[in-house]
């Protein structure tokens, strides 16, 4: 639409701005707004922090959770962390209005529970992805999926599975 044809369309209708905010914006097709974490899809991977530039989601683990943190104040809305994620537990949505008062509110946080090795105790995974990783194996190899990379390899030093390889 040129630039004339806009006015002459502002002029024939007698609107010449949009009705934002008193109606809500439309937002084009493919816009990136705020992210948003499933917390019941989430395995806490932490491919979502390893592809964040500003660094806006970190992951840590603390007192037996892995906690997930998205903070909008340092993304940069370029979707990457819902490119990369592997369960699909990160989704940009169309929300762009994210004014706030609050700190608190421009965060949010996963809380996971963190797997323990069965042999060494240490843990080393979240619970979730553990046992998604386990569902994925052959039934006789689930059981090292249990056991922290550490415990696994001494394991495999000890034994040697014919054709398969641990």
Same mark, same amino acid.
């Given at each position: 639409?040129?630039?004339?044809?806009?006015?002459?369309?502002?002029?024939?209708?007698?609107?010449?701005?949009?009705?934002?905010?008193?109606?809500?914006?439309?937002?084009?097709?493919?816009?990136?707004?705020?992210?948003?974490?499933?917390? /019941? %899809? #989430?395995?806490? $991977? =932490?491919? &979502? *922090?390893?592809?964040? +530039?500003?660094? !806006?989601?970190?992951?840590?683990? @603390?007192?037996?959770?892995?906690?997930?943190?998205?903070?909008? /104040? %340092? #993304?940069?809305? $370029? =979707?990457? &962390? *819902?490119?990369?994620? +592997?369960?699909? !537990?990160?989704?940009?949505?169309? @929300?762009?209005?994210?004014?706030?008062?609050?700190?608190?509110?421009?965060?949010?946080?996963?809380?996971?529970?963190? *797997?323990?090795?069965?042999?060494?105790?240490?843990?080393?995974?979240?619970?979730?992805?553990?046992?998604?990783?386990?569902?994925?194996?052959?039934?006789?190899?689930?059981?090292?999926?249990?056991?922290?990379?550490?415990?696994?390899?001494?394991?495999?030093?000890?034994?040697?599975?014919?054709?398969?390889?641990?």
């Amino acid at each position: 639409m040129g630039r004339l044809s806009i006015l002459a369309e502002g002029l024939a209708s007698h609107v010449v701005t949009e009705a934002y905010p008193k109606a809500p914006a439309e937002v084009p097709e493919g816009f990136r707004g705020r992210p948003r974490i499933d917390g /019941g %899809r #989430c395995v806490g $991977c =932490g491919a &979502c *922090a390893n592809a964040c +530039p500003p660094n !806006a989601i970190s992951v840590r683990d @603390e007192g037996g959770f892995r906690v997930v943190k998205l903070f909008l /104040g %340092r #993304c940069i809305f $370029c =979707g990457r &962390c *819902a490119d990369v994620c +592997p369960k699909e !537990a990160v989704v940009i949505t169309r @929300e762009f209005e994210l004014a706030s008062l609050s700190r608190e509110d421009l965060s949010q946080e996963v809380r996971l529970a963190l *797997a323990r090795c069965a042999v060494c105790g240490r843990p080393y995974a979240t619970l979730r992805e553990v046992r998604d990783v386990a569902s994925k194996l052959p039934e006789g190899l689930r059981p090292l999926a249990y056991l922290c990379p550490d415990c696994r390899e001494a394991l495999a030093g000890k034994y040697v599975v014919i054709g398969r390889g641990l």
